[in-house]
């Protein structure tokens, strides 16, 4: 099947700085995709949609000055998440939809973020 | 309005017992995808099964089986002689069409398996 790769997998950082977290396709050109957040014991929510080479979608909600999100290519993208502060510590899964979208999307193994 | 309704929030089931995991959903579109993903503790997304909304029949992989009945928009899960290592997170997902050849995925809220040794 194909694969997605997220880096970092576990990250600490000190309140108010900045993280980055890259999912790439390793296999396949990805046109779209999905950036999820999980918090503990809840459900994947999605935070927002990016499209390779243009701004990303985000869902209401979602401070699109906080969460930074890029595609700059169609075999990555990039979440940046912006003076980071304690209740931003989460789950986060990137998923990616191959070119010709047939619904099916495949995912990252997932960044922990924890922000002391 | 919820689109994917998984209403057990958790199960515990001894091992060897067989169990069933439900899930509802609602959508608008004729052409829609189901899904159903395994998250164990440590926490990836493990791919399970897709099912087009075009397709009813049955399935049955090893010690999994899935029931697809559009009539009353449900979409479950049985896992015959349950193991420990079934114990994990269990989310149902629906992808619906957004636009310009686009879907969304969006999850239940997930239901817990603890299968007890």
């Known amino acids: 099947g194909a694969v997605v790769s997220q880096h970092p997998s576990w990250v600490i950082c000190k309140s108010g700085t900045s993280v980055k977290i890259e999912c790439r396709s390793l296999?396949?050109?990805?046109?779209?995709m999905f950036w999820y957040r999980q918090f503990p014991k809840q459900s994947l929510m999605l935070m927002a949609t990016?499209?390779?080479?243009?701004?990303?979608?985000?869902e209401q909600g979602v401070e699109k000055d906080k969460f930074l999100i890029n595609h700059a290519s169609l075999t990555l993208s990039t979440l940046t998440v912006t003076s980071a502060h304690p209740e931003d510590s989460s789950f986060y899964i990137c998923?990616?939809?191959?070119?010709?979208?047939?619904?099916?999307?495949?995912f990252g193994e997932g960044s922990r973020l924890t922000v002391l | 309005a919820q689109k994917v309704t998984q209403a057990q929030t958790e199960i515990s089931v001894v091992e060897k017992e067989d169990v069933t995991l439900d899930c509802v959903y609602e959508?608008?579109?004729?052409?829609?995808?189901l899904f159903w993903y395994k998250q164990p503790p440590s926490g990836e997304l493990v791919f399970l099964i897709r099912?087009?909304?075009?397709?009813?029949q049955n399935e049955i992989s090893g010690r999994y089986s899935w029931n697809f009945q559009k009539s009353t928009s449900s979409f479950n899960f049985t896992i015959t002689a349950s193991q420990v290592v079934d114990s994990a997170v269990y989310f149902c997902?629906?992808?619906?069409?957004?636009?310009?050849?686009?879907?969304?995925?969006?999850f239940g809220k997930g239901t817990k398996l603890s299968v007890i040794p």
């Open positions: 998923s990616a939809a191959r070119l010709g979208n047939t619904g099916e999307l495949f």
């Open positions: 296999d396949f050109q990805a046109t779209t």
């Open positions: 990016s499209n390779e080479g243009s701004k990303a979608t985000y």
């Open positions: 959508t608008r579109d004729t052409t829609y995808y």
């Open positions: 099912r087009n909304s075009f397709d009813e």
């Open positions: 997902a629906l992808s619906e069409a957004r636009g310009a050849g686009s879907y969304q995925l969006t």
